[in-house]
């Protein structure tokens, strides 16, 4: 199928352009008809096609028919409002139908402006981005389709509204996903150069691609080492114009970590700067009206749970301050970034941790990066708050940090830090007011606080109502385990699970911060395991198999049906503490 127009702001009647390649498999010639149906969002047909003239086909050969139709006041795909049509095509011989392809597709427009920023739909939308490889852990690249929607839904909930597929196409499973839920995706290719295999391969990242809604940018390259020169202008602006050629509906984009006063930033339509987003403001006044975006922002390191450096045990702490010389933190690039309208956006390196680049350790035992808002396993670190207070501000949020068991540091001075988006924050230990702070925009708030064990608690204002709250509470030896997971009835596909959080409790059900406890997982019934992980960037345990750690009280087993009918049982249990059971059912 081809693209998609409406007109701008509100529209009136989109075009839709359709084009089918045929293929016969047949050793004699033969005629074909096609015959065309979009199926609206509400299940109902908008329109159909008759069928269309006689088609000729030669033994083994190929024809390509073009069609188009109108849809009269469609219902706009948007992140808020992802309506989704189909196109139904259905090939006829002799008037019978002998094969017949489904596609889905939205219909939205899509504006990037130096001044304004990006819109969709007429409509003013500020990205909210992460990058991310495609790997999990206990399954590496191997992600099931149920796991790519889990980790997308994890995305939304700290509020980021697009996602760049670094440094590769994205799966098509992915994108039906993002479509479906309304993640908008720059889509990249990994080689930035002309030969006939990168020609091939940015060929097929659209083709296979181009009817996705989600799709918002094809990107051409990322940080190439010919970036900023003559030569890097005159490979992409060879690869935008075959994009152009196969995707007249979408502009382009690079990520630059240098050179943006020319070279490839000439070639693309809308610029993108890998870090340095401080330098982004008087780039714009050197390129008035060019669009930007910050393709690479943060790359903030973190260990989840974690709140003092060791460097001797690759441990980074989990307050907003520690990142690699090229890099910032969340709330500096953050600050940039939402304080100028004619920047479109920016993409956070990353929304996951990811196995390999070790950094800010790049040694044996660290396997995996630092970078993740989240973990290996999806598990928030503390940085993936921050950005939910600001990207989601119309939910109110405080969110207190670090832990508070800390013992043998009784009356020793704690810092403690508040993320949220009240417009006041009031701190309290063991009941008693250690202040009301007013939280900055875009910031956070931080005490030095002597501890003593008990309650540490947060209380967010607006308009001096109470609006949010957080706790710590210091926790006692570990005693029990206890089971997370936000859906227990699953689909008898084969493919759908279940992503369980393993929380190490003590006897009152608070999580013990440090538990390191050993696990052993099992399952019965019609779903089997897949693969455990904890978070640990220096865990070299396997993957696979029936035992993992904790870390920092955490682990995470995935849960997949077998393809049956019926309900299944994950049980996890360590030595000395209360086992944990959870059931789980598979239905058709």
């Excluded at 702001?9 to 045929?22: S, W």
């Excluded at 003239?53 to 109108?70: D, M, N, R, T, V």
């Excluded at 989840?304 to 045990?313: K, P, Q, V």
Aim: charged share 20%; glycine share 10%; hydrophobic share 40%.
């Amino acid at each position: 199928m081809g693209h998609l127009g409406a007109q701008h702001g509100r529209c009136r009647g989109a075009q839709v352009a359709i084009e089918t390649t045929l293929a016969n498999a047949a050793e004699a010639a033969g005629s074909v008809q096609l015959r065309h149906r979009v199926i609206a969002p509400d299940g109902t047909t908008a329109t159909t096609i008759a069928p269309s003239e006689a088609i000729a086909l030669a033994p083994g050969g190929q024809a390509l028919a073009k069609a188009s139709l109108a849809l009269p006041a469609p219902r706009l795909w948007s992140p808020q409002t992802p309506h989704l049509y189909t196109l139904e095509t259905a090939v006829l011989v002799d008037g019978q139908e002998v094969d017949r392809v489904e596609t889905r597709f939205g219909i939205r427009t899509l504006a990037f402006d130096g001044t304004r920023g990006f819109a969709v739909n007429g409509q003013p939308v500020k990205l909210l981005g992460v990058c991310n490889h495609q790997d999990h852990a206990g399954v590496g690249t191997a992600i099931p389709d149920a796991l790519h929607a889990w980790r997308v839904a994890q995305t939304q909930g700290m509020g980021a509204n697009a996602w760049r597929s670094a440094h590769n196409p994205p799966a098509q499973a992915l994108l039906d996903i993002c479509d479906a839920s309304g993640m908008m995706m720059i889509a990249e290719t990994r080689l930035n150069t002309t030969n006939p295999e990168a020609l091939d391969e940015l060929e097929r990242m659209i083709l296979s691609s181009r009817n996705h809604p989600a799709i918002i940018l094809w990107s051409v390259g990322n940080e190439e080492g010919h970036q900023g020169t003559e030569r890097g202008r005159r490979l992409s602006a060879q690869l935008v114009a075959r994009c152009k050629q196969l995707d007249p509906t979408r502009l382009t984009t690079q990520a630059m970590d240098q050179g943006w006063d020319g070279g490839a930033a000439d070639a693309v339509d809308v610029v993108g700067f890998n870090y340095r987003t401080d330098k982004i403001p008087a780039w714009r006044q050197r390129h008035p009206g060019k669009p930007v975006i910050g393709t690479e922002t943060g790359s903030t390191v973190a260990t989840r749970g974690a709140y003092a450096n060791d460097a001797a045990a690759h441990v980074v702490r989990a307050y907003d301050t520690e990142h690699p010389w090229w890099a910032s933190t969340a709330e500096e690039w953050w600050k940039i970034v939402a304080a100028e309208p004619g920047i479109a956006g920016g993409f956070i390196w990353t929304g996951f941790d990811y196995r390999g680049e070790p950094t800010p350790y790049p040694q044996f035992p660290s396997v995996s990066s630092y970078f993740g808002a989240m973990d290996l396993c999806g598990l928030p670190k503390d940085n993936y708050y921050y950005y939910r207070a600001w990207w989601r501000r119309d939910q109110p949020l405080v969110h207190l940090l670090p832990h508070w068991t800390w013992t043998g540091r009784e009356g020793q001075p704690i810092e403690v830090w508040a993320h949220g988006n009240a417009e006041e924050v009031e701190l309290l230990l063991n009941g008693r007011s250690l202040g009301r702070k007013a939280m900055p925009e875009n910031g956070h708030l931080a005490w030095q606080v002597p501890y003593a064990p008990g309650t540490l608690e947060a209380r967010g204002y607006a308009r001096g109502k109470l609006v949010a709250r957080d706790r710590r509470v210091t926790a006692g030896a570990p005693a029990a385990l206890r089971l997370v997971t936000e859906r227990t009835r699953l689909a008898a596909d084969g493919d759908d699970l279940a992503a369980v959080r393993v929380d190490v409790v003590d006897a009152h059900g608070t999580l013990v911060p440090m538990a390191d406890t050993p696990l052993t997982f099992a399952v019965t019934g019609a779903a089997r395991l897949i693969g455990l992980g904890n978070g640990n960037p220096t865990s070299t345990e396997p993957d696979k198999g029936t035992t993992r750690r904790a870390f920092n009280g955490l682990a995470q087993a995935l849960v997949q049906g077998t393809g049956t009918v019926g309900g299944a049982r994950l049980t996890v249990s360590a030595a000395g503490l209360k086992p944990a059971s959870l059931d789980l059912l598979f239905h058709a």
